[in-house]
């Protein structure tokens, strides 16, 4: 696994910072709240200073799927925000957060007067179409590899140490619906790996938990060795 680049809130330094936060609206919000419904015609976009939200999608058959998990420091509705388009997903809080709400035209109007700004913007944006292409050129891989690149992934983010130091807790409620989305496979597929796993004694998995024993297995499940 690679190191993950900075993300938009960490790129800042404090003179941009505060500019960004007189020009915005903190809010804070419980689990399980929408910041952003999918198909709504706003134009705010959203910096996530704490917790984690989940952007998830539904189909016109009513099919919802988790499409990315955002953590702390994130830019969130760039693009609805940035081009004037109605919302192409919906924002779900995955924890409590506090979020920062900032006004497209001000924003534009910062993001002019301060390359470092810009700089970060231009970096969400590549990164956003560097997880398109990743996620597009995974798809060809085994669903065990994606699922056990995803875990390891969830662990460097969010993992939390397990208090007998045996694994890491992934520190977020994830269903296996949640995961299946993330890996672009059905929920059957990746129940029947976790259920394989458990029974190795890699995982230990609860309701909208798990806990991951083996890191060295996944690894070599993600990435041969």
Do not use: N
């Amino acid at each position: 696994m690679g190191s993950r680049p900075a993300a938009f809130w960490e790129c800042l330094g404090p003179a941009d910072r505060a500019a960004l936060d007189r020009a915005g609206t903190r809010v804070p919000l419980p689990a399980d709240r929408q910041l952003v419904t999918q198909g709504e015609d706003s134009d705010h976009l959203v910096v996530l200073l704490r917790g984690w939200v989940k952007v998830v999608a539904q189909s016109h058959a009513g099919y919802r799927a988790l499409l990315a998990l955002r953590g702390p420091g994130e830019l969130l509705g760039e693009q609805a925000g940035l081009e004037s388009r109605r919302r192409s997903a919906t924002l779900d809080t995955a924890t409590a957060v506090e979020v920062l709400q900032l006004p497209a035209t001000r924003f534009h109007a910062l993001a002019r007067g301060s390359p470092e700004i810009a700089r970060a913007l231009e970096q969400t944006l590549s990164q956003r179409l560097r997880e398109a292409d990743l996620q597009r050129t995974g798809i060809t891989e085994p669903v065990p590899a994606r699922l056990a690149a995803l875990l390891l992934d969830l662990a460097e983010r969010c993992g939390l140490p397990e208090p007998d130091g045996a694994g890491r807790r992934i520190g977020l409620p994830l269903s296996q619906d949640d995961l299946a989305g993330l890996v672009l496979s059905s929920r059957r597929t990746v129940s029947r790996v976790l259920e394989q796993w458990r029974v190795r004694g890699w995982i230990v998995t609860g309701r909208q938990s798990l806990v991951i024993r083996a890191m060295e297995q996944l690894k070599r499940q993600a990435y041969g060795g």
